[in-house]
């Protein structure tokens, strides 16, 4: 997407904000420092905006953002790309975050993987939770985009196919729910007896046709070229059923790695990024909002991270501008 209108040419970048991280909280950033009048650019190493909800789950109903009952995830992202494009925001796609050292006017200066340099008057890094590495599924890694898959950017790629999600978080039973009505059949393995999911959709989908195995693991994948069935291990009597399959999803989490960011300076605390009630982070100018962040009480939500979003510009704009209000005032009191 880095060739697309929201992309940007050139090899350097001056701007009052650089926005490390383009998922929703990233987003947010963009809208809330152009209605602040600075010129903004976002940055992120993957080829397209939305962060984790695009790349893992951009068909899934998202419940939990306030005024939606539920939004699809790509209608979010798209929703928020409109927020911001009045103000014209630089995206800097396809790039990762490496370098960051400050001026001698105080200014910070990032490098970037292609070689690019951006400077800006602060940063604000939402990252989510950096660069993300799906766990693989080892008995399937023969067949991978071959029936394997560990994300759902398509639900109707695995349209009128045998389904088995492996996993038993809020992606594998989520993916389970819209699958469900699409699949000619889904079945979901779990090496426990308790889920992580939310307690809700648990119940869901136990009462639906998804076939639910505990105490289990998948013990083969075979196929001729494409996967066509699964063999099924039942921990407690050592059994193994083997199930029909041409669509295997791995929903068995992700590992995180905050990358070149961990050379920052920042103070980091199991992966996350120590920020004050300002968002600032350890590091002059550099603030951070959304799931990176760490806290006492910190509630990992996409609704929370536009609440830091937006507290994290305020208070660099006022670090740039010693005359500006950190609070500029209600976007209703301000005309169009």
């Known amino acids: 997407m880095n060739e697309s209108p929201h992309a940007s040419t050139g090899t350097a970048r001056e701007v009052d904000i650089l926005v490390v991280g ?3 909280a990233g987003l947010f950033a963009a809208y809330y420092a152009g209605f602040r009048g600075l010129r903004v650019a976002v940055l992120d190493a993957l080829s397209e905006p939305g962060g984790q909800v695009s790349a893992m789950y951009p068909e899934k109903a998202i419940l939990d953002i306030a005024g939606f009952p539920a939004v699809q995830g790509r209608e979010l992202i798209d929703r928020l790309l ?5 103000y014209d925001p630089v995206y800097l796609l396809g790039e990762q975050a490496q370098t960051l050292h400050h001026a001698a006017d105080g200014r910070v200066v990032v490098g970037t993987s292609t070689g690019r340099t951006v400077t800006a008057g602060a940063v604000v890094v939402t990252g989510g939770i950096g660069t993300f590495t799906p766990r693989p599924l080892a008995k399937g890694l023969d067949f991978l985009d071959r029936g394997l898959s560990y994300f759902v950017p398509d639900l109707s790629a695995h349209a009128g196919r045998d389904v088995v999600i492996v996993g038993g978080g809020d992606s594998a039973f989520d993916w389970a729910v ?5 699949a000619a059949s889904v ?19 136990r009462d639906s046709s998804v076939r639910v195995l505990v105490n289990a693991d998948v013990a083969a994948v ?9 063999d099924i291990h039942h921990r407690a009597d050592k059994t193994t059923t083997t199930v029909p399959a041409q669509s295997v999803i791995a929903a068995l989490g992700f590992t995180a790695d905050l990358g070149p960011m961990t ?9 996350h990024i120590v920020v004050d009630t300002r968002m600032r982070t350890t590091v002059p100018r550099v603030y951070a909002a959304g799931d990176i962040t760490d806290y006492p009480g910190k509630v990992r939500l996409i609704a929370v991270g536009f609440g830091e979003a937006a507290t994290a ?9 010693p005359d500006a209000e950190i609070f500029p005032g209600h976007s209703t009191e301000q005309e169009n």
């Open 82 to 86: 409109a927020q911001a494009a009045p």
């Open 313 to 321: 510009v305020n208070n660099a704009a006022a670090a740039l501008d």
């Open 263 to 271: 050379d920052w300076g920042m103070r980091i605390e199991s992966r």
């Open 187 to 205: 079945t979901l393995v779990h090496r426990r007896d308790r889920f992580r999911a939310h307690g809700a959709t648990v119940a869901r989908v």
């Open 22 to 24: 383009a998922g929703p």
């Open 178 to 182: 819209h699958l469900e009505p699409i």
């Open 222 to 230: 075979r196929g001729n070229g494409w996967i066509s069935e699964v």
